[in-house]
């Protein structure tokens, strides 16, 4: 039996978070780790939940969707919190309204719309992140800065959506203090959501490469996958985005 080396790696990043939040004299309670799980098998998620992880990220919708169904029989007695972090085509909206707790990937109203009209009765409010294109990439998903007071002031008003914040995926880049310059952008961005809407309280940002800095800019949720489950293997897992 090969040992995993996913409860050692949480270990881990959860030590990152809390000595990058100490330095700057935060709490290290007021950040969440998500665990990014795409592309990784149902095992390598279990070892996650043994560990205590309780907060998961998804990509793909057909893949997250049949993780989320797959816990849901498996570990029942288990509260999982299952975050959608994926471009999100508006056919495939309905999968995530049904399933996921979370979104991060709003970056227009038609799909807020959608994700609200098809959220069930059942089910508590689906929570929501507005993207910011932080660093102006064309092609790149999210909203300009600009755009921001009038999507979520929208998305605000739907009645299956709870906005809880802002999400963003900086252009990579090495140098700590460039890191630094762009996530303090989405943290102004941030505090100005926060004074017009009563439930924002979460700023998704910080990945492997670059989560020091996030947190040392006031990021609430930090999404690692590289650093908790190892490298990705594209090949091995079929697309469905
Ligand atoms: C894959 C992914 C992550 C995790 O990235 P790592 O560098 O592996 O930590 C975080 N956020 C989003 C939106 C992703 O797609």
Redesign the pocket.
Known sequence: MTTSTVPQNLQDVRQKISAAAERCGRAPEEITLLA?S?TKPVTAIEDAIAAGQRAF?E?YVQEGVEKILYFRQTHQDIALEWHF??PLQSNKSRPVAEHFDWCHTIDRLRIAQRLSEQRPDTLPPLNVLLQINISREESKSGILPDELPALAASVAALPNLRLRGLMA?PAPEADHQRQLAVFRRMYDLFQQLQADHAHVDTLSMG???DMAAAIEAGSTLV?????IFGARDYGATARNA
């Open positions: 990014v795409k990220g990509n972090i994926g995926i990945m492997t490469d999404r690692i996958g590289t650093a």
